[in-house]
């Protein structure tokens, strides 16, 4: 993990445990997000096949967003003339029939899932940051300065979840910032105060890992054999991005969802090629900084 | 889940904890998404699926026994000359063909009459000019405890519901008797002793033309399995935003007053205050305190004016004469008849059924005030077309709900009150204030009539006081008035039992008494209490619930007939011999010190009639009312109806199509298709959405909420999609009679075909939160779904059957005005006037013979 840029004493670690299992689906969490860090709306845009998701994508306006991930299938209907004409069948399946075979046919699942910036452990836009405006706090959480991003964009392939991007009016790159300025001041994320049915928990990282093991295995053992974690708990060397700070409970394979089964910060996964350019750059910056200071002091 | 997502955050607690959830919609919604089953029965097929239930709980003998025998009128004799649709072909005994309505008097208990103290309640045939003595008998009934009797009610429904067998309902429904059969299970292993079932709805399960009979069939099977006045039972309804609740307590309905008593008639009996108490009042159970309740109110409508000598007032009440619910008002306006219209936080140019023909009705008015949030369609129409339209328009900016104080009662009659938090913007003033104003300017217009009909006017008691610039009044002072004094002493009154019929009390609505107890605002209280000591959930510290804080009604059936609870898991109110009175977690809804083994003698009159083991107060005999005998105005028990709309007959009463008794306007500009009609073979039914809000001006306005659901669509199956080349994301048209709109097609499996017998039927389903304007330049406007419903009534309450109706849809978009194959028909007389709405005669029927 890169340096934490603030100091404050007996701080911790804090994330995001996103529960895909009791979400609804409802978008309070974009909204509030919207509210509380005064985005703007993305303009009113009808997505095709996209379910209800009509905001499509995280963005440098959109740091929270629910995927609706429809997995249905027609209820298996025998051949037979439809009110107003047409075949309202589907082939040769006799409905009851079906349901004396299989058990009654029923539609699958209508799956949600809350999106969010994962502040990874090892998080890829920090690593590409020529800047420096994307620091970790002392949270432990990632944030772009906005004061000082000059909107280079080298963050925005960096990223292996695709999270940040530049504002298309200021050129910044923003995301995410897990709600800094309400955690300064004590205060949960927007996101998780409004979420109704705390799909999405915050709090110290390290106990929202073990609370979310152990909503894992309540929930094996009430039957929902495909619940995982996304992002924790994983073995040394099998882990996404050394970690997420913002982390998930899944039903369906991570694709599913649009993530990436793995992920990586590229500076991390081309480290010696990183570190030298990393260390040539500093050695130019120094040199200019070094240049810099000796102008300004002569003045 | 879908429309209320906050409260969902407590059935996904129940989830959690091991609750099975199951959502019966012909929609799959994001509730569905989260239930533990899906039940998609075809609109408007509810009450064959109850009735099946009720069936399947009776033939399995699973109904929870003690409870059905002690708490309801399951043992109770009926009237011999009582016939159901079993024998008369799918109606009541006491139908009238010609006008479509029923006489009920034989539907009472033998020995049984409707109360009326008078002895002058007519059994009526026209609704609304009677009062329909919903609760109310009186006389000394007969019962068989064995239930075997043929005629009594048990036996009765034993009858009436045999032929809602599980194929049938696979037939009429389109769901699998196996789907059906483990929903029966289900419940019933839900229920009993042990564990109780909850039954809740949201607002669009009234809109059928049957609506109060598939709510009232809920109940049956509630009672049946024993699930009412217990924890974690109930029927819970779902409000459609907030304080509707309210909105009925104290009404913007124009058939009652505050508290639930009947507006007054415009008939003889409802001349005096005597005739109305008489009239309205029972013998039995706790209405027998109704003269405490008007005079009270009155007292707090004309304070020191109100004598017993004047009637308190009484006689100077508007009377009504007919339906004067919304949609003959419109239908009046439409056709040139209504002068003006005040219209607060309402939007029915997008939110009423026959919405074109709403918004050619606010045409035709002189004048229209809006008060609303922003400029919506309501205020907007005539722009449509500003040469023809000469109503003039005044739009009122109204504070939102952040921006006044005040309390919203909500689902579980709990009143909670909120502060200001801020000041609202520019001339946006609170209904309080814009109504308090008015009235004063009213007033001082009439202050020196000496014309009779002014008297209200003139003696009307209104002493709030104002405060700030604005003058805006003291909310608590009305709250206070609500509440009630006690008159002799100037102190709030307790609750409503303090309430007098002499004139030495007052109560701006009996039900709220003691919200504002010892004078502290009860209902701005907020402590949780200890949530985890035996029944810390009920907090009654937290606001306050109408009545007497009660938060269970009839609590006293969480008791066995003797006072012990049923069991210890469902332990909530119990009598405690020790101490001689009734006990528990919550307020008893009993009187606390009626022994469980008092026996009301025959002759027994008020709350003495009132037996210790009868829970159910409010009833003239104490006992859930499983079969009606007098209140409802299509029959003692729900019986399955096609919708107006329907392209299938009707499998259980082949002679029957609709509820006979429904109500139609028929007219040129809102025609109904008729049944055996081809030309609209699909079923469509409406819902919400949880980014959007009701007609649309608290959501379609707002930037981030449009963005959410940007469009309006409609939701159609694949197969029928590719039949009519309509593609996802795509404009499709749908055609009603009354109107086509167009919209994006959602294409997708979570509506399907249903299988008919031997026919398929396809279904699309449609939000309805869109409209032609916002007031915003990042808003969002789409065709109004309401454009193509019809006008129609349930006879009981006149909501419109607006869940199922038929239609026609093809792709690409509409080639014309929404509405203008309705052109001219503004100038067609309808053939009755709106106030006497048609019924829906047998000879309409005729097809389906």
Request: net charge negative.
């Amino acid at each position: 993990m890169t340096e934490i840029a603030i100091d404050r004493p007996e701080s911790r670690r804090m994330g995001f445990f996103t529960d895909t299992t009791v979400c609804i689906g409802c978008k309070a969490c974009e909204v509030a997000c919207k509210q509380w860090n005064d985005l703007p709306a993305d303009g009113a845009v009808f997505r095709k096949t996209s379910s209800y998701d009509h905001t499509g994508s995280l963005s440098a306006s959109t740091w929270r967003h629910v995927r609706f991930v429809e997995q249905t299938e027609p209820v298996p209907l025998p051949d037979l003339p439809a009110y107003g004409g047409g075949n309202g069948g589907h082939g040769e399946v006799d409905l009851v029939a079906a349901a004396e075979a299989h058990g009654v046919p029923q539609m699958d699942r209508w799956l949600f899932m809350s999106d969010v910036c994962k502040h990874c452990t090892n998080a890829g836009c920090l690593d590409a940051c020529p800047t420096g405006a994307l620091i970790r706090t002392e949270f432990e959480t990632v944030i772009v300065q906005p004061d000082v991003c000059n909107g280079c964009g080298y963050c925005v392939p960096s990223c292996p979840f695709g999270v940040i991007n530049r504002d298309p009016y200021d050129g910044r790159a923003a995301k995410c910032t897990l709600c800094y300025d309400r955690l300064e001041d004590g205060l949960e994320p927007a996101c998780a105060k409004s979420c109704p049915t705390d799909s999405i928990l915050f709090g110290p990282y390290d106990e929202l890992v073990e609370t979310a093991k152990g909503r894992v295995l309540a929930l094996h053992e009430r039957g929902v054999t495909d619940a995982y974690l996304y992002g924790a708990g994983d073995e040394p060397g099998e882990q996404l991005a050394g970690e997420l700070g913002a982390f998930f409970l899944l039903t369906a394979p991570p694709e599913r969802f649009g993530l990436p089964a793995q992920a990586e910060s590229p500076a991390q996964e081309n480290g010696p090629v990183a570190t030298a350019a990393g260390l040539a750059a500093a050695a130019l910056g120094l040199a200019a900084a070094v240049g810099a200071f000796a102008r300004a002091h002569r003045r | 889940m879908e429309a209320h997502p906050v409260g969902s955050r407590w059935a996904m607690k129940a989830r959690e904890r091991g609750a099975k959830i199951i959502h019966v919609d012909p929609h799959y919604s994001r509730t569905s998404a989260i239930s533990d089953m899906h039940v998609p029965i075809r609109a408007g097929s509810d009450i064959a699926f109850l009735g099946g239930l009720i069936r399947h709980i009776i033939e399995t003998e699973s109904y929870f026994r003690e409870y059905v025998v002690n708490y309801t009128n399951a043992a109770t004799i009926v009237n011999a000359d009582y016939q159901g649709p079993e024998e008369l072909e799918g109606v009541f005994s006491g139908f009238d063909s010609g006008s479509g309505t029923y006489d009920r008097s034989s539907w009472m208990y033998e020995g049984g009459e409707v109360a009326s103290a008078a002895g002058q309640r007519e059994h009526s045939t026209q609704a609304f000019s009677d009062r329909t003595g919903a609760g109310m008998m009186t006389g000394n009934v007969r019962s068989d405890e064995t239930l075997s009797d043929p005629r009594c009610i048990f036996q009765i429904m034993k009858r009436h519901y045999a032929r809602y067998t599980p194929e049938m309902v696979e037939r009429i429904c389109g769901i699998s008797e196996e789907q059906f059969l483990r929903v029966a299970e289900t419940l019933i292993a839900n229920s009993g002793r042990e564990r109780t079932t909850m039954l809740a709805y949201a607002v669009g399960w009234t809109q059928h033309s049957s609506g109060v009979q598939m709510i009232r069939a809920g109940s049956i099977v509630q009672l049946l399995l024993g699930n009412i006045g217990r924890p974690g039972g109930g029927i819970m309804a779902m409000r459609g935003h907030a304080s509707i609740q309210g909105s009925s307590d104290i009404p913007t309905l124009y058939e009652i007053l505050p508290g639930y008593l009947p507006m007054p008639r415009a008939n003889d009996d409802d001349l005096t205050l005597a005739g109305y108490v008489s009239g309205g009042g029972s013998q039995r159970g706790w209405w027998s305190h109704f003269d405490n309740y008007i005079v009270s109110l009155l007292k707090a409508w004309f304070g020191d004016a109100a004598t017993p000598e004047n009637g308190f007032g009484f006689p100077w009440l508007p009377k009504i004469s007919g339906n004067h619910s919304h949609y003959p008002t419109m239908l009046r306006a439409f056709e040139g008849k209504l002068d003006g219209l005040l219209v607060m936080g309402q939007n029915p140019a997008v939110g009423s059924a026959n919405a074109g023909l709403q918004r050619r009705a606010l045409g035709a008015m002189k004048w229209l005030v809006v008060r609303d949030l922003a400029e919506v369609e309501t205020a907007n129409f005539w722009t449509e077309a500003p040469e023809d339209i000469g109503t003039e328009v005044f739009l009122m900016p109204a504070a939102s709900h952040v921006e006044k104080e005040g309390h919203f009662t909500n689902t579980q009659r709990l009143l909670q009150w909120r502060d200001k938090a801020v000041d609202p913007p520019g001339d946006a003033r609170s209904e309080l204030h814009f109504t308090h104003h008015i009235a004063k300017r009213v007033m001082a217009h009439y202050e020196d009539s000496e014309d009779p009909k002014d008297w209200p006017l003139v003696n009307l008691h209104w002493p709030y006081s104002e405060h700030g610039s604005e003058q805006e009044p003291v909310v608590e002072e009305v709250l206070k008035e609500i509440n009630g004094y006690d008159l002799e002493t100037g102190e709030l009154v307790p609750g409503f039992a303090q309430l007098k019929a002499d004139g030495t009390t007052s109560s701006g609505c009996w039900i709220y008494s003691g919200c504002f107890a010892d004078g502290v605002n009860q209902t701005r209280r907020r402590d949780p209490g200890d949530l985890d000591a035996p029944g810390g959930s009920v907090s009654p510290e937290w606001g306050w619930a109408w009545p007497a804080n009660r938060r269970i009604l009839y609590n006293r059936a969480s008791a066995d007939p003797d006072g012990k609870p049923w069991s210890e898991r469902k332990k909530y109110v119990w009598w405690d011999e020790e101490r001689e009175q009734w006990t528990g977690y919550d307020v008893p809804d009993f009187p606390v010190g009626k022994r469980p083994d008092y026996t009301a003698p025959d002759d027994a009159e008020g709350m003495d009639a009132i037996s210790g083991d009868d829970p159910f107060i409010m009833m003239a005999d104490g006992r859930a009312w499983l079969y009606s005998p007098s209140g409802l105005l299509d029959g003692p028990l729900p019986a399955h109806y096609e919708p107006y709309e329907s392209p299938v007959p009707n499998h259980l009463y082949p002679k029957m199509g609709a509820n006979p008794a429904a109500i139609t306007w028929t007219h040129a500009a809102n025609p109904i298709v008729p049944p055996g009609d081809d030309e609209y073979p699909i079923i469509a039914s409406t819902f919400r959405l949880t980014e959007h809000h009701t007609a649309g001006p608290m959501s379609r306005n707002l930037p981030w909420l449009s963005e959410l659901q940007p469009e309006m669509f409609v939701e159609i199956d694949p197969q029928l999609a590719a039949e009519r080349g309509i593609e996802d994301g795509e404009w499709m048209t749908v055609v009603s009679p009354r109107a086509e709109i167009e919209a994006r097609a959602k294409v997708t499996s979570r509506v399907q075909p249903l299988r008919m017998g031997d026919r398929v039927m396809h279904q699309v389903c449609m939000p309805w939160h869109w409209g032609a304007y916002t007031s915003s330049p990042q808003g969002v406007t789409g065709d109004a779904a309401n454009d193509l419903i019809a006008i129609s009534g349930d006879p009981n309450v006149s909501i419109q059957e607006s869940k199922a109706f038929r239609c026609d849809v093809r792709a690409g978009r509409r080639d014309r005005a929404t509405t203008e194959r309705q052109a001219g028909t503004q100038d067609v007389e309808s053939d009755h006037p709106p106030e006497e709405p048609k019924k829906l005669s047998q000879t309409d029927q005729a097809d389906f013979r």
